[in-house]
């Protein structure tokens, strides 16, 4: 195994020492290294230094970054899908962090019941409520959970937040835990680059992090 780049080494360590100042186990928080719009002579070290789980916005970008490095790897649609990409996001990916509308729900049921193949699935909370950001907003997160499992048999595995940028993430972190404890759901994707050693406090599972691993992406 290669040594791993100096930015990755900080960031594993950073969760560690969160988790355990929490009194968590630093083995119950996954790191997701966001490799969207990344060159791969980026990616690359980071694989080689042992990170298997990635996170990806497009389903296409990721199809055609990862199709051929798929082997031993995770890799999570954590950006908004659109309906008609709902077939080949569950044929690739392994889970699907971004389920926030009832249309989505179904089309997802769907390609689920004819591939066979079932991605995990988290729900996608707007825990700041705000207009230009997709997920089911707090007020109908309840409903909404009881809709996928219920009507249309979705295995909700965890929830997902993407905190307003202009407020302090924690009081969202927190809500999401509420939300997802009230509902027994047991996964929390929350916290990101800026922010992730915050998320571990409050209960994190996974951490979504791109620039303090690998950069500011290219535009």
């Known amino acids: 195994m290669s040594v791993a ?6 960031v594993v360590a950073r969760i560690a020492r969160a988790a355990q100042a929490a009194g968590r186990d630093p083995a119950a928080v996954t790191l997701v290294a966001v490799s969207k719009q990344q060159p791969w002579e980026a990616i ?18 990721a199809m055609g970054r990862w199709a051929e490095r798929r082997a031993g790897l995770e890799l999570r649609l954590i950006g908004p ?8 996001a569950v044929a690739f990916f392994d889970a699907i962090e971004s389920v ?3 249309k989505l729900a179904r089309v997802l049921a769907d390609e689920i ?5 079932s991605p995990r699935l988290y729900v996608q909370v707007n825990t700041g409520e705000e207009d230009q950001k997709a997920g089911v907003i707090p007020p109908e997160a309840d409903a909404f959970i009881v809709a996928c499992r219920d009507t249309y048999g979705l295995t909700v595995e965890g929830l997902m937040c993407i905190p307003p940028e202009a407020e302090p993430p924690g009081p969202h972190f927190a809500l999401l835990a509420r939300i997802a404890a009230r509902n027994g759901v047991a996964k929390l994707s929350m916290g ?12 994190a599972t996974s951490v979504r992090v791109g620039s ?3 950069g500011a992406r290219s535009r």
Request: aromatic letters at 10%; a negative charge.
């Open 113 to 117: 019941q004819k591939q066979g193949r």
């Open 81 to 88: 899908l659109q309906t008609n990409k709902a077939r080949e």
């Open 212 to 214: 303090a691993v690998f």
């Open 192 to 203: 990101m680059s800026g922010d992730f050693e915050t998320a571990v406090r409050f209960g």
């Open 44 to 61: 690359q070290p980071v694989l080689d230094a042992g990170q298997r789980v990635f996170g990806e916005n497009r389903v296409q970008e």
């Open 5 to 10: 780049p100096a930015a990755y080494a900080d």
């Open 100 to 102: 926030d509308r009832e």
